[in-house]
């Protein structure tokens, strides 16, 4: 639907006219003109602001205008049906064009036929009137925010009449007295008057939305999916990557080693911050394969790393030992967490290697280096990356620009 853009926060308003009222009314929204006057609304309930003249209603008529030449140019789906409406007639979705003046009597209902997205859009080529005590009635999942009269001059309804929609009028609008209206009331050119009338604006937003398909129910949409009507199983976002599975969208855990972008943020598995899968050492066996670059490895129990080792993440915990030998690497994507009690060492010349420098370590990695015998402008690497060393302690008597880190 074309949205009315700014002018969208009325529920009256108009290009070029005043706008007056006639003992007490109850209004919802926001009034407004930005060529006129305001008043008679002393003793109304106004549930808004008044505006007259100024940024916002500059704005607004930008916005109105542009809008109402849009509705105009809509490409009619019915153009066969008499100048009268109502009447106990019931009418289907649809773009209504009236190359005439239109009225409608009794009672109109329009039937959205299940489909809360139905619009409705009736367009007049002249003035439109509503006999006294006129009535459109909405069933079926039609919303007034999606019915919409266009008419190409003057807008009236008559006294105690029950009236639904948005109404955009190049012509005056007049509320017969007593008026029960859930609308919007806009004119491109033309004065505003109401007389008593009760107006809400409730169901009516005229903002322009696009929904988008959600199959797998996770609040994520398909952007290959949109539809231009709100219903069940359509959300307003477009950003899962992947509609067929709830557990991968914008607001899921990145898990290494499962190949897929969880996340829907472009990248995959290099943002992790889980395992796909785990397996335990219980002192004796794993319980879930061996440790390989998709598992968080947990070792509840005393371990020799005697072959380079592959994990997602290390965990150490049960007062467990675990001792990798020397010339033997740890290749870790993620953390390492060695719980109070428990211990983690390195040989010499073994490493342990991580590749997420976002990674934050928990507890005591024991490093051990041998080193041999250290004279002038010789160097030992110990290890990198390093916070809080304190091999200055081991040389004391070294110059302290002499050690880096």
Known sequence: MPSLGSSSGFSIFTITGAVSNVTSSTITGDIGTNAGLISGFETSTVGGTFHAANAITQSAAVDLASAYTTYQNLTPTHTSHTATFGSGETITPGIYYIASAGSTAGILTLDAQNNPGAKFILKFEGAFTSGAGATVVLTNGASPNNVYWIVNGAFSLAANTTFKGT???????????TGLL?????SVNGAISTYGTSLSNNGIDNSSKIYYADVDQDGYGNSNSPSCYSQAGYVLNNSDCNDANAA???NATEIYGNGIDDNCNGTTDTDAVGCAFSTTWNGSSWNNGIPNNTKLVIF??????????NACSIQVTNNAQVIVISNKNVFLYGSITVDTGSSFALNNNSNLIQGNSLAINVGTVEVKRNTSTIVRLDHTLWSSPVIGQNVYNFSPETLTYRFYN
């Open 167 to 177: 109404v955009i009028a190049n012509g005056a609008i007049s509320i017969g007295v």
């Open 182 to 186: 859930n609308c919007k009331l806009f």
């Open 300 to 309: 509840a129990g005393n371990y020799t790393v005697v072959d380079d080792l």
């Open 248 to 250: 991968i969208n914008p």
